[in-house]
């Protein structure tokens, strides 16, 4: 990984990192007529009489926003809407820079559910869709349900989602390589917030049946009585009281807590060829080498660069935005999300371009223990992830669009990475 230093950061920073560009020509007194006044009244019309050619006559089919209330920004916590804005932006550079998504983000200075509902609500007509983003837990989920109620566009929570698309794609390659069961696998959770708990529940839409999940106070079981409502249904009937009383013989563990949390006897505890995905950042519960010294049968993954198999959510929702979008979709769905974790599995297992492993620095990057979900360059992500939600958008109903080709769609997206031949 590179270095980079304090001044440097800031200097990239300095007024911020994304603008507004136009898309259609304003340098003559007819096309002046026809981005304004009189003609703009022409589509406002026609919008006025069918709401849903919004998305026909104005940007809102490439449009996201990305909302936080700054309450729970990467490692940092509650540094507030402010201090959130050079994260928020950051994420509307990669809509744009990975799936050529048009995205504003706003930051909002209202915290409770009700004021941030009704506040994304009074904006949605902006919008194709809503990337919530760094709300802590568990109004998160509260945000998310009530706002896909009331809308009719894709609300995405990407800290709950994202993770669990990504470590889910991880998993099922993982189960395949070690000729492991789903249903007899043992998975230990390390972190009950908003991304803990949708890992959990995706593992378990997998088909895991064996899932235990721990908080910053030890295991959720029957006889705690501290726990709320999204914890509750993963409590499991044992007096286990921390982390290492339930490690033991684990085949995967989910870190998404604090450093440290995981230590090396406790690695040597878990099954053979344990997965262990350590994504607590910068500093991960274990390092890789750390795990090594004890596990050389291990397959680990972390949230950075500088190790194989980074879990980065930039895989995901990018290109989840993409599909849902145009497929001008009312919700992007469990069976969306499923489809989308199922692309990035099989592409881990293509051969990986060289422009992938140059950014990289590495000629020896093949489908194996090292390498179980694809990286973050690889443009091909974009074609088989969009795609695969696309697909499944249309095949459960939830898109707008009255005629989907597969075949089409993925060639469209290989135009948008790639150009047209005749272009080449």
């Avoid at 009530?146 to 929570?157: G, R, Y």
């Avoid at 990018?318 to 979008?325: D, E, K, Q, T, V």
């Avoid at 020896?364 to 443009?379: A, E, M, Q, S, V």
């Avoid at 992830?385 to 009255?402: I, N």
């Amino acid at each position: 990984m590179s270095e980079i230093n304090k001044e440097e950061v800031l200097a990239y920073h300095k007024q911020g990192k994304i603008g507004i560009d136009i898309t259609k020509p304003c340098d003559t007194q007819h096309e002046l007529s026809l981005a304004y006044t009189p003609g703009v009244a022409i589509p406002c019309l026609e919008i006025a009489k069918d709401e849903s050619l919004s998305f026909e006559y104005t940007n809102r089919s490439n449009l996201v926003a990305v909302i936080s209330d700054g309450t729970a920004v990467l490692g940092l916590g509650d540094i507030g809407p402010f201090a959130s804005k050079p994260v928020m932006e950051g994420k509307s550079v990669l809509f744009k820079k990975f799936a050529n998504v048009d995205a504003f983000d706003i930051e909002l200075d209202v915290h409770t559910i009700e004021e941030i509902v009704t506040t994304c609500k009074a904006i949605a007509p902006t919008f194709g869709g809503i990337n919530l983003e760094d709300i802590k837990a568990p109004q998160c989920f509260e945000i998310e349900r009530k706002l896909q109620e009331a809308l009719d566009i894709p609300v995405f929570h990407d800290d709950q989602h994202g993770t669990a698309i990504i470590t889910t794609a991880g998993l099922m390659n993982v189960l395949e390589l070690t000729g492991k069961k789903v249903d007899e696998i043992k998975i230990v959770v390390s972190g009950a917030g908003a991304a803990g708990l949708s890992c959990a529940k995706m593992y378990q839409r997998l088909g895991v049946k064996k899932i235990v999940v721990c908080d910053s106070k030890g295991p959720i079981t029957t006889a705690r009585t501290d726990l709320n409502a999204y914890k509750a249904p993963f409590a499991i009937d044992s007096d286990a009281k921390t982390l290492e009383d339930v490690i033991e013989n684990a085949d995967m563990f989910l870190g998404l807590s604090v450093a440290g949390a995981l230590s090396k006897e406790m690695v040597a505890k878990m099954a053979p060829e344990p997965i262990i995905f350590a994504l607590a950042n910068p500093v991960p519960e274990i390092l890789p080498s750390e795990v090594m010294e004890v596990r050389d049968d291990a397959i680990v993954g972390t949230g950075r660069s500088d190790y194989p198999n980074q879990i980065n959510n930039v895989l995901g929702f990018p290109f989840i935005f993409r599909g849902a979008l145009d497929m001008r979709a009312k919700k992007i769905t469990e069976g969306m999300k499923m489809a989308a974790a199922e692309a990035l599995a099989a592409l881990a297992k293509e051969p990986v371009p060289d422009y992938v492993k140059s950014a990289y620095h590495n000629d020896n990057i093949t489908y194996g223990k090292d390498h179980i979900i694809p990286l973050p360059f690889n443009k091909e992500a974009l074609v088989w992830v969009a795609s695969a939600v696309a697909k499944a958008a249309y095949d459960e109903g939830v898109a707008r669009v009255e005629h989907y080709d597969h075949e089409e769609y993925k060639e469209q997206l290989r135009y948008m990475i790639y150009g047209r031949p005749e272009n080449k």
